[in-house]
């Protein structure tokens, strides 16, 4: 009866020893988080002091497809609230931007104890080429397809044929296409900035595809060889998406699908690069185990 109490009392104190890294996990997660939270309020109230240089910058792209058709830049409040749900959007998308950084180091904070020194040099630089990779999709998305969106969009408008000043004076007959009720583009601030930073996320979102890629392939989840054998999906995948993604425009759709499925190519490469180089270190180590299981008993055939 004793030997059971004392077992017991043991298998207590070892779930009490094993639970108290749990709990300082917690922790560490908690202040982490908080910390994140104390970045991202900051860089939010300081993007909201300047909300509206912000959005001038945001509506470039409108602005500059309206001047080409010779119409003035403006967009319009629908509702008495609405101008101040925008400078939150901006301030909510500024805080974000501005704050990511040290999100990012947090979050490198709380997984990095827990890595050995190589695995710390393996992910390190993912930790860094994920914004970077966020920064160039949604540049892309701002400077190329937006243009081309908007330009694809205000093509619709349509308005009543003007008469030239002499013919009005001398009073000609208006031309019967005059008639025509004019459609004028009026566009909600709300609902264009909506579209705008929609874009912007779904192509940064888009060109975190090495860099995901890649890692799983760092990690062993997935093959270049794998992955080279589903191309014909990852293309159906990719046209499915820049048709959601995209005006229904077809250039705007053709140049998304040319730059997502570039990018699935070299994530293709990246990951046989790594392939190769954990085959010669372990070859160097001499744990390398030739896979002739396919390929038969040719040592010309071996992997």
């Given at each position: 009866m004793?030997?059971?109490?004392?077992?017991?009392?043991?298998?207590?104190?070892?779930?009490d020893?094993?639970?108290?890294?749990?709990?300082e996990?917690?922790?560490?997660?908690?202040t982490?988080?908080?910390?994140?939270?104390?970045?991202?309020?900051?860089a939010?109230?300081?993007?909201?002091?300047i909300?509206?240089?912000?959005?001038?910058?945001?509506?470039q792209?409108?602005?500059?497809?309206l001047e080409?058709r010779?119409?003035e830049?403006?967009?319009?409040?629908?509702?008495?609230?609405?101008?101040?749900?925008?400078?939150?959007?901006?301030?909510?998308?500024?805080?974000f931007?501005?704050?990511?950084?040290?999100?990012?180091?947090?979050?490198?904070?709380?997984?990095?104890?827990?890595?050995?020194?190589?695995e710390?040099?393996?992910?390190?630089?993912?930790l860094?080429?994920?914004?970077?990779?966020?920064?160039?999709?949604?540049?892309?998305?701002?400077?190329?397809?937006?243009?081309?969106?908007?330009?694809?969009?205000?093509?619709?408008?349509?308005?009543?044929?003007?008469?030239?000043?002499?013919?009005?004076?001398?009073?000609?007959?208006?031309p019967?296409?005059?008639?025509?009720?004019?459609?004028?583009f009026?566009?909600?601030?709300?609902?264009?900035?909506?579209l705008?930073?929609?874009?912007?996320?779904?192509?940064?979102?888009?060109?975190?595809?090495?860099?995901?890629?890649?890692?799983?392939g760092?990690?062993?989840?997935?093959?270049?060889?794998?992955?080279?054998?589903?191309?014909?999906?990852?293309?159906?995948?990719i046209l499915?998406?820049?048709?959601?993604?995209?005006?229904?425009?077809?250039?705007?759709?053709?140049?998304?699908?040319?730059v997502?499925?570039?990018?699935?190519?070299?994530?293709?490469?990246?990951?046989?690069?790594?392939?190769?180089?954990?085959?010669?270190h372990?070859?160097?180590?001499g744990?390398?185990?030739?896979?002739?299981e396919?390929?038969?008993?040719?040592?010309?055939?071996?992997r």
């Amino acid at each position: 009866m004793a030997s059971k109490t004392k077992t017991k009392a043991r298998t207590d104190d070892d779930l009490d020893d094993s639970s108290a890294p749990l709990i300082e996990h917690l922790t560490e997660l908690r202040t982490r988080i908080i910390w994140s939270m104390v970045a991202f309020i900051i860089a939010m109230v300081l993007s909201y002091t300047i909300w509206n240089p912000i959005y001038n910058v945001l509506t470039q792209p409108i602005c500059h497809a309206l001047e080409e058709r010779g119409q003035e830049c403006g967009l319009i409040l629908l509702k008495l609230q609405e101008g101040f749900f925008v400078a939150v959007r901006i301030s909510l998308l500024g805080g974000f931007v501005l704050a990511f950084p040290i999100i990012g180091y947090q979050m490198w904070r709380f997984v990095a104890p827990g890595l050995y020194r190589n695995e710390k040099a393996a992910f390190f630089p993912f930790l860094i080429a994920s914004p970077v990779m966020f920064f160039i999709g949604g540049s892309f998305a701002f400077y190329v397809i937006l243009p081309m969106a908007y330009d694809f969009f205000l093509g619709f408008q349509q308005g009543p044929l003007q008469l030239p000043d002499d013919a009005a004076a001398a009073g000609a007959a208006v031309p019967e296409a005059s008639a025509l009720a004019a459609i004028v583009f009026q566009g909600s601030v709300d609902e264009y900035l909506s579209l705008t930073i929609k874009f912007i996320l779904a192509f940064g979102l888009s060109f975190q595809l090495p860099v995901l890629l890649t890692l799983m392939g760092k990690a062993g989840l997935v093959s270049a060889e794998g992955l080279g054998s589903v191309r014909r999906y990852a293309v159906v995948a990719i046209l499915a998406l820049a048709a959601v993604a995209t005006p229904p425009d077809v250039i705007s759709q053709v140049v998304l699908f040319v730059v997502i499925y570039g990018l699935y190519e070299v994530s293709i490469q990246l990951v046989a690069r790594i392939e190769r180089k954990r085959e010669a270190h372990l070859r160097a180590q001499g744990l390398w185990v030739e896979d002739d299981e396919d390929e038969g008993d040719d040592p010309a055939t071996a992997r």
